[in-house]
T-cell receptor, first 114, second 114 residues
């Protein structure tokens, strides 16, 4: 069955360091993969989308990589700040057309310590 | 502000009662979705509507019905609430033809069934 695994339920890092979150998927061949941020009591907020033919994508302090051979995406936050503390969700998606294939990992809770 | 609006934000139901969760979006998106989020299980798709006039089942549709009232509104109905339906419910929308953006989520409805 299709499965998404995100690394460790919680990740604590020191302010200023780079946070690296992992998303592994099995039995998928996603056309693209999305990353979301979710704060307590709120809905997820879209951050980045990376396509299968893109190795890396950047947006400000965020960087996402996508390795279709390893079936893995890495999400990096450089120069992390306490305001980056949140839960981050990954969502691999099969090529457009079927919303049934849009599933989410259970998320990694990131805490950036001052 | 453009976005997805969900009502109510909180609700407590007794087992067997019925209720409808309302969702409206003002971004002119074609596709709308209902998810539930439970601790440790991530977001799970209940129903979706790829376009006005169509609806389809997601991963966990049992016990729910939906109505795509028009392009803006997509409601979720619990006909006979059960404690297993205690969860946080999120509505989302997207424009399938625009693959540069992810889903826009509402702020959620926290439902407790006693």
């Amino acid at each position: 069955s299709q499965k998404i695994e995100q690394n460790s339920e919680a990740l604590n890092i020191q302010e200023g360091k780079t946070a690296t979150l992992t998303c592994n998927y099995t039995n998928y061949s996603p056309a693209y993969l999305q990353w979301y941020r979710q704060d307590p009591g709120r809905g997820p907020v879209f951050l980045l989308l990376i396509r299968e033919n893109e190795k890396e994508k950047r947006k400000e302090r965020l960087k996402v990589t996508f390795d279709t051979t390893l079936k893995q995406s890495l999400f990096h936050i450089t120069a992390s700040q306490p305001a980056d503390s949140a839960t981050y969700l990954c969502s691999p998606k099969i090529s457009s057309g079927s919303a049934r294939q849009l599933t989410f990992g259970s998320g990694t809770q990131l805490t950036v310590l001052p | 502000n453009a976005g997805v609006t969900q009502t109510p934000k909180f609700q407590v139901l007794k087992t067997g009662q019925s209720m409808t969760l309302q969702c409206a979006q003002d971004m002119n998106h074609n596709s709308m979705y209902w998810y539930r989020q439970d601790p440790g299980m991530g977001l799970r798709l209940i129903y979706y509507s790829a376009s006005e006039g169509t609806t389809d089942k997601g991963e966990v549709p049992n016990g729910y019905n939906v109505s795509r009232l028009n392009k803006r509104e997509f409601s979720l109905r619990l006909e006979s609430a059960a404690p297993s339906q205690t969860s946080v419910y999120f509505c989302a929308s997207s424009e399938a033809r625009d693959r540069n953006y992810g889903y826009t989520f509402g702020s959620g409805t926290r439902l407790t069934v006693v």
